[in-house]
């Protein structure tokens, strides 16, 4: 365990572990607040009840408790409460949400490894102004190298960065601790009336300052997304023992030096830090944003992992970087788009002051979604009392739709760009699902059923040769394209011929004894299905190997598997809209072979092609 605690402060906690580097500051730099004691323990307040609420008990305990067979993150919470529910408008919403939560996600992923590096270089004008022509050269090198480190996976990734965020949380407690200590006073903003009364006092701008409030909380959906990585227990041991304290103290130190250092808003952080330490502070806060970067980064890949399993997005390298931890992997395109996307956001903003007006909108819409996905699965899977979960639920939307609404007047001073990314990829998503459900009706529409095929084969026509020949469908009740393809070009049937159906199911884990099915059809025919779940790989000739136990020996050496491979040709037919058809016919062609996702030897394969109108 306290391994697995300390793996989750190096991948799960870098993002909201590195918001007091400027929160406090981006909330009375663009608001037009007075930095008066009302307001400062006004904003204090906020930030720590927003802490409190949002992250500790929404997440924390309450939406941490919906872990789909141990894992998190949108689309697992999505499934949860899809499978709640019986009704067909239901679950296209359900789903319809957790695909643009998921697009949300994204938008994050991209903005916060920008703003949380930035923020940190820019501590060298705090130690010389000299250096400030160099901040954006060295966060672009410091965030070219976090990405070419992802392919060592995340577990490693944890064990070298969960040392430096022991120390990093320890650092944050010692700084704000020195400061509360010199002026206890500040600890009046525990008090949630302070709050209160800074909506009374200041009104619409008390509004507009959640959108910099809500900085505080940013990373509290990697927590949930990256439970499959570590686990609830070390992620929840780790939040209420070490970082919540930590945050709190540095919060409340910060808070106490404006009360009485006014001048130090200019990046009360670093301020906290005595002149000798402060270019020590901007290397550990440096090594600390890189590892903010990696939270969101492996979140990514956990949820690109489930699409694709899932059918949301096409098939794609995936590589496990761990032996042990099925959730622990690797996905180059992913890592390599994402890196370009926040070469662009450094480079185009220039400041994190500038990247937090684009922050937020991604973050507080994700989190408006997994609250009321987490209220239909408290209702439906949970049967907890319908009005025990309106009366919680509707609290904690009401918060989540203030800080999006917050955050929603930030759009054209940069929150455009999340919400654009948020766009493209709830398209491209929602484009593939629908593509392949119109492509599975083209495939199977006129299709012969393996019954009346199986009456007009004779020992005699066709010839029958030696050997087995695997063809794979979608649809295991009708012959398959490539099946006839064969028998139309070669004339020849194998003395054994399996029809073979991959299915993803919507759940983690296959149990075994629904992993493999196979049905002896007659005339040397069989059918099997093989079941995967949408956190296991996909490898067929080990999944074969458990047809023995049914009779079914299989040599792979003897065995050729016959695929189908598809050529999409836009149509003016109802089916696809004519703007998603090119967009569909690229993302077929980025597709992973089927013999590369399902690990078949290439040497055994043999594909027949067919063109198919979209």
Not at 182 to 190: G, K, S
Not at 290 to 313: N, W
Not at 438 to 448: F, G, K, M, W
Not at 462 to 469: C, K
Request: aromatic content about 10%; overall charge positive; glycine content about 8%.
């Amino acid at each position: 365990m306290p391994a697995l605690v300390l793996g989750a402060l190096g991948v799960v906690y870098g993002d909201i572990g590195t918001s007091p580097l400027y929160t406090m500051r981006e909330s009375f730099t663009h608001t037009g607040l007075p930095l008066d004691e009302p307001t400062i323990l006004g904003i204090l307040s906020l930030a720590t009840w927003a802490l409190i609420i949002v992250v500790t008990l929404k997440y924390v305990l309450l939406v941490m408790r919906a872990d789909n067979k141990g894992e998190g993150g949108v689309l697992a919470l999505g499934t949860l409460a899809h499978r709640g529910l019986s009704s067909r408008a239901g679950n296209r919403a359900i789903m319809a949400l957790a695909i643009l939560g998921m697009a949300l996600f994204y938008g994050d992923s991209l903005i916060t490894p920008a703003i949380s590096v930035l923020s940190a270089v820019e501590g060298l004008k705090v130690v010389t102004p000299v250096l400030s022509p160099y901040i954006v050269p060295i966060t672009l090198a410091v965030l070219t190298l976090l990405f070419l480190f992802q392919r060592q996976g995340t577990g490693r990734v944890g064990i070298f960065f969960g040392p430096i965020m022991g120390v990093w949380f320890a650092t944050l407690a010692v700084l704000g601790l020195m400061q509360v200590l010199h002026w206890p006073d500040v600890l009046r903003a525990f008090n949630p009336l302070y709050g209160a009364t800074l909506f009374v006092d200041h009104g619409w701008v008390a509004f507009l300052t959640l959108g910099a409030v809500v900085l505080a909380v940013t990373g509290a959906e990697a927590l949930y997304a990256d439970m499959g990585h570590f686990g609830r227990a070390p992620i929840r041991i780790a939040w209420l023992y070490l970082v919540l304290p930590a945050l709190l103290l540095n919060y409340f130190g910060q808070g106490a030096m404006l009360l009485h250092r006014p001048e130090t808003l200019e990046n009360p952080f670093f301020h906290l830090a005595p002149d000798w330490a402060q270019l020590p502070l901007v290397l550990l806060s440096t090594a600390a944003t890189v590892i903010a970067s990696q939270a969101v980064i492996s979140g990514a890949f956990s949820l690109t992992r489930q699409a694709v399993q899932l059918g949301y997005l096409p098939r794609r390298e995936i590589r496990h970087t761990s032996e042990h931890e099925v959730g622990q992997v690797y996905i180059p395109r992913n890592n390599w788009l994402l890196l370009i996307g926040v070469v662009i956001l450094v480079i185009g903003f220039g400041s994190s002051s500038n990247l937090a007006a684009a922050y937020g909108v991604s973050v507080t819409g994700a989190m408006a979604i997994d609250t009321i996905l987490a209220a239909v699965v408290a209702w439906r899977l949970w049967r907890w009392n319908p009005l025990l979960v309106v009366a919680a639920f509707s609290a904690l939307l009401v918060i989540d739709l203030a800080l999006f609404g917050a955050t929603l007047l930030k759009v054209p001073d940069g929150g455009w760009f999340p919400l654009l990314i948020a766009a493209a990829v709830y398209t491209l998503m929602t484009t593939w699902r629908r593509g392949r459900r119109i492509l599975a009706e083209r495939l199977y529409a006129d299709a012969l059923p393996m019954d009346l095929f199986l009456q007009r084969v004779s020992p005699q026509s066709p010839q029958r040769v030696a050997g087995t020949a695997i063809f794979m469908t979608g649809n295991p009740d009708v012959v398959p394209h490539a099946l006839l393809h064969n028998i139309k070009h070669n004339r020849v049937l194998h003395e054994r011929v399996v029809v073979m159906t991959v299915i993803m199911e919507e759940v983690p884990r296959v149990s075994p004894d629904r992993a493999v099915l196979v049905e002896k059809l007659g005339k040397g025919f069989f059918r099997v299905v093989l079941r995967f779940g949408y956190l296991e790989q996909p490898h067929i000739p080990r999944a074969l190997e458990r047809c023995r136990r049914f009779g079914l020996h299989l040599d792979m050496m003897e065995t050729s598997f016959f695929l189908g491979r598809e050529t999409l040709i836009p149509s003016r037919s109802t089916g696809l809209p004519s703007w998603r058809e090119p967009a569909f016919i690229l993302l077929s062609k980025t597709a992973l072979s089927a013999t590369e996702f399902f690990c078949i030897p290439p040497g055994r394969v043999v594909e027949l092609g067919t063109q198919v109108e979209i």
